[in-house]
C-alpha cells in the first residue's frame, strides 16, 4: 500500500508540476526540479531512493526506446560524424579532462575514481535535451544532432565506469579497455539487430492493435536485458531496435497499431520524462545528508564547482573546434554558422542518469559522499544554467526552426505525389467500380492535397474551402456525437455499437485537427524540398505583380483561393483550390512548365512536367 500511494503521489505531482509549468511558461524540468528539491527537504514527504537498478533497468530502456522510435534513420546517418564526435569522442575527453580536475584537487581518490566520477557526469541526457529542444523550437539539424547524441552517449559513458570500477578493485590493461568498448558496441548492436527482426518478423503476423502495442512493452527491457546479460551495451540495443522497429512500422504494422502504439508511447514517454526531474529533485536532501564532514565546506563547493566548469567548458571548447575544422574542409555554401555550434556546445544538460550512476560507485572509496553532491551539483547547474539560458542565447543568437512554410511546401509537394500515385492506382479499378464511387474518392484526394497547397497562402484573411470544410464538419460532427449520447440514454442500443460510433466519430475529428495546421505568417521561400529538375533551372524566380488577378475568374465572376504565374509568358491564373483552377487549365492548354506562387512574399515554384518544387 505504501508503495502505490508513493507511486500515486509522484504521478500526481508530475501532472501538477506540469500543468504549473505550463501555466508559467515556464521549462517543466525545471519546475518538477524545483518541487524535488523543495519536497526532498520537508519531513512529511517520504525519502525516494533512486536505486541504479530503477534507473538503468526500470527507466532508461523505455525513455531510450520511446525517443529511437520517432528518431529518423536518415537523419542519423546524414548527421552520424558529428552525433559520434560528441556521443563517443566527447564523452571520453570528458571523462579525462574531469579525471584530471578531479586529481588536481583531490589527489587522494586515485586515477580509477576520478575516471569514474568523469565517466558519471560525462553523458548529456536524453531525456533533457529533447524536452529543451522542444520547448524553445531549434533547427531539425540541431535537434537530430542533440537527439541522436544523447541516445548513444550513456552507453560510452557506463563501459568508461565499468571499466573504472573494474580498475578500483584490480589492475585494468589497456587492451581490456578497447576490448571492452568493442563488445559493448558490437554485442548491443548485433542484439538490436536481432531483437528489430524478430519483432518485425512477428509483427507481419500479428494484426490487434492491442497485442502489437503489448508487445512493444516487452522490446525495450528484453533487448536491455540480453546485451547487459553477455555484457554487452543494453543502451545501444535498445537504441538500435527502436530505430530500425520505428522505420519499418509503416511495413509491417496496420494503421491502427500505429495509431494505438503512438498514442500508448507519447503518454508513457510523457509521465517518464517529467517524472524522472521530480525524482532528481527529491535525491537532494539523501544526499546532503549523506556527507561525512571530513572536507570543509568551503573546499567540497569548490570541488563541485570545479567539475561543473570543467564539462561546460570541455564540450563548448570541443563543439568549437571540431565545427571550426569541419567549416575549415566544407565549401562556403556548405558551412553552417557558428551560432549553431554555440547553441549544440551549450545544450550538455545532464540528467537522471548521472544521479544513477554515481551510486554504481563503491561506497568505500575515498570521499565518496562528495563525490555524489558533486554529480548532483553539475546536474543541477546544467539543467538551470544551461536549460534556463539556452532560450535566451538561441534568441540572441537568431537561431531559430525551419521556416514553416518551406516545411508547408515540402509536406503539399510530398502529398500531391502520394495522391498520384494514389490516383493512378484508382485508375486500374474504373472498370469494376461504380463512376460515382470513383468520382467520390478522386474528389476526396484531391481535398486532403488543395488543403496543403491552401496552407502556404499568405495574402488573404479570407477563409479557404479546406477551412470551410473542417469548420462546417466539426459542427457537424458535434451535432452527430450529441445524437449518439442521446441514443445511448435511452439504453436501447447495445453499448458496444456506441463505443464504436463515437470511435469514428472521434477518429475523424483528430484528422480533422491533423489536417487543419498553422496558417499563420509564412514566407513561402523557394528553398522548398520537393525536389529538381531542368524546367526549374530554366525558370528563375520573377518577379510577381502588385495586386495579381486572375483574368478568367474576373470573366466568368468566379472567386479564386490564391493565384498562380506562368513563368514563360507571365500569364496569372487560380489555383487548383479555386473551383475553375485556371493556372493547371494554362498548362494544358499552352505546355507552359513552370509557374510561381503570385502570392505576397511567396517565391515557391512548380514544374508541371516533373512535379517538383523549388
Known amino acids: 500500500m505504501d508503495i502505490l500511494l508513493l507511486v500515486v503521489g509522484l504521478a500526481v505531482a508530475t501532472l501538477v508540476g506540469t500543468a504549473l509549468a505550463e501555466r508559467l511558461r515556464l521549462p517543466p524540468p525545471m519546475v518538477l526540479l524545483a518541487v524535488g528539491l523543495v519536497g526532498s527537504f520537508l519531513p512529511m514527504i517520504p ?151 524478430v519483432v518485425v518478423q512477428v509483427r507481419r503476423l500479428v ?8 508487445i512493444s512493452f516487452v522490446i525495450p527491457f528484453a533487448a536491455y536485458l540480453v546485451a547487459e546479460e553477455i555484457e554487452a551495451s543494453g543502451v545501444i540495443a535498445v537504441v538500435v531496435a527502436g530505430l530500425l522497429i520505428g522505420h519499418k512500422a509503416p511495413i509491417v504494422q496496420t494503421s491502427a497499431s500505429r495509431i494505438t502504439e503512438r498514442v500508448t508511447w507519447t503518454s508513457i514517454a510523457y509521465l517518464l520524462e517529467h517524472a524522472v526531474f521530480l525524482l532528481i529533485g527529491l535525491q537532494a536532501a539523501s544526499i546532503v545528508a549523506g556527507l561525512d564532514g571530513s572536507v570543509s565546506a568551503l573546499r567540497a563547493i569548490g570541488f563541485c564547482l570545479a567539475v561543473l566548469a570543467a564539462v561546460i567548458v570541455l564540450r563548448v571548447l570541443w563543439v568549437s573546434l571540431v565545427h571550426g575544422i569541419q ?157 449518439v449520447l442521446e441514443i445511448r440514454s435511452k439504453g436501447r442500443t447495445p453499448s458496444h455499437v456506441i463505443r464504436e460510433v463515437l470511435g469514428m466519430l472521434d477518429l475523424e475529428e483528430s484528422m480533422l485537427d491533423e489536417a487543419e495546421g498553422a496558417h499563420g505568417d509564412m514566407v513561402a521561400t523557394g528553398a522548398g524540398e520537393g525536389g529538381w529538375c531542368e524546367e526549374l533551372q530554366a525558370f528563375p524566380i520573377a518577379e510577381t505583380p502588385e495586386d ?3 483574368a478568367s475568374c474576373v470573366a466568368e465572376g468566379a472567386r479564386w483561393v490564391a493565384l498562380r504565374q506562368c513563368l514563360e509568358c507571365g500569364h496569372v491564373g487560380c489555383c487548383d483550390s479555386s473551383p475553375a483552377q485556371h493556372a493547371t487549365n494554362h498548362f494544358h492548354d499552352t505546355g507552359h512548365p513552370v509557374m510561381q506562387s503570385a502570392e505576397a512574399g511567396e517565391t515557391w515554384r512548380w514544374c508541371y512536367i516533373h512535379h517538383a518544387t523549388a
Open 548 to 550: 495579381p488577378v486572375c
Open 207 to 214: 494484426h490487434d492493435p492491442l497485442i502489437d502495442t503489448g
Open 327 to 483: 567549416n575549415l574542409t566544407r565549401k562556403d555554401r556548405d558551412r553552417e554558422p557558428w551560432s549553431h555550434a554555440l547553441v549544440v556546445s551549450w545544450a550538455g544538460m545532464r540528467g537522471v542518469v548521472t544521479i544513477a550512476a554515481v551510486f554504481v560507485i563503491p561506497a568505500s572509496v575515498p570521499h565518496h559522499d562528495l563525490l555524489v553532491l558533486a554529480s548532483l551539483t553539475v546536474v543541477l547547474g546544467t539543467l538551470y544554467l544551461q536549460g534556463l539560458s539556452l532560450p535566451w542565447l538561441t534568441r540572441l543568437l537568431r537561431v531559430r526552426p525551419e521556416d514553416p512554410a518551406v516545411e508547408a511546401l515540402a509536406r503539399a509537394t510530398v502529398l500531391h505525389k502520394a495522391g498520384e500515385a494514389g490516383l493512378a492506382e484508382l485508375e486500374t479499378c474504373a472498370g469494376e467500380t461504380p463512376e460515382d464511387v470513383i468520382a467520390g474518392v478522386r474528389a476526396r484526394v484531391d481535398q486532403r492535397s488543395f488543403a496543403a497547397w491552401e496552407r502556404l497562402s499568405t495574402s488573404s484573411d479570407d477563409e479557404t474551402p479546406s477551412q470551410a470544410y473542417t469548420r462546417v464538419r466539426r459542427r457537424m460532427l458535434r451535432a452527430e456525437r450529441t445524437k
Open 47 to 197: 525519502a525516494v531512493e533512486l536505486s541504479p537498478e530503477l534507473v538503468l533497468f526500470g527507466l532508461l530502456p523505455p525513455l531510450l526506446y520511446s525517443t529511437s522510435l520517432q528518431t529518423s534513420i536518415q537523419d542519423i546517418k546524414a548527421n552520424i560524424v558529428p552525433v559520434l564526435l560528441l556521443s563517443v569522442a566527447l564523452v571520453v575527453l570528458t571523462t579525462l579532462g574531469v579525471a584530471a580536475v578531479v586529481m588536481a584537487i583531490m589527489p587522494d581518490v586515485g586515477w580509477p575514481v576520478a575516471i569514474a566520477l568523469g565517466a558519471v557526469v560525462a553523458p548529456p541526457d536524453a531525456v533533457s535535451a529533447s524536452a529543451v529542444a522542444r520547448r524553445i523550437g531549434l533547427p531539425r539539424q540541431i535537434v537530430t544532432v542533440l537527439e541522436g547524441e544523447s541516445l548513444l552517449n550513456d552507453a560510452t559513458a557506463l563501459v568508461s565506469l565499468r571499466t573504472a570500477i573494474a580498475a578500483i578493485s584490480g589492475t585494468v590493461a589497456v587492451a581490456t579497455i578497447a576490448e571492452d568498448f568493442v563488445v559493448a558496441a558490437g554485442g548491443g548492436l548485433i542484439i538490436g539487430l536481432l531483437v528489430a527482426l
